[in-house]
């Protein structure tokens, strides 16, 4: 089953004067790479102020970086991309919990939102469909996720 994020209907999607970091892992490129054009797009579209782009090694790597990055910034919010595929062995779970539970350990510590647009896929054609180049998008997602939290806590 397909499944895409809709737009809040009550949510003016717009990133005007919003300032984001985005992270992103180098792992599995083709897919990441996508992701990250894809939320680029969004949040020029939206009208962001600035988006800066750091990559990682790996998705492992993704929670030190916003973590140190967020530190002391200016930034609305983070977004963290990446792309990890199940193989046969148990790597797969320590890397995608230690991404999952480590970018949320930051945004709490931080308190500043971070959109997670990290695929966990059991295969390559799995990440491959949610990287195209269309609304369906996760990198698009979770660009739209960011911009709508950073709307709810950015200073008024």
């Not at 180098?26 to 102020?49: M, P, Q, V, W």
């Not at 966990?120 to 369906?136: G, S, V």
């Amino acid at each position: 089953m397909k499944r895409h994020f809709e737009e809040s209907a009550d949510t003016d999607l717009k990133a005007t004067g919003l300032r984001f970091l985005i992270v992103a892992a180098r792992y599995n490129r083709d897919i990441t790479d996508s992701l990250l054009e894809s939320a680029l797009k969004t949040l020029e579209e939206a009208g962001a102020e600035r988006a800066v782009v750091l990559r990682t090694p790996g998705a492992f790597e993704i929670p030190m970086v916003l973590g140190h990055y967020l530190k002391q910034s200016s930034y609305h919010a983070g977004i963290a991309l990446g792309c990890v595929i199940r193989g046969d062995t148990p790597h797969f779970d320590y890397v995608a919990g230690e991404c999952s539970r480590g970018v949320m350990d930051v945004a709490l510590a931080k308190d500043i939102p971070i959109a997670f647009g990290v695929l966990t896929c059991n295969t390559h054609e799995q990440a491959e469909e949610r990287a195209k180049p269309d609304e369906t998008n996760k990198g698009r997602e979770a660009a739209l996720a960011a911009i709508e939290m950073a709307q709810r806590f950015a200073p008024r």
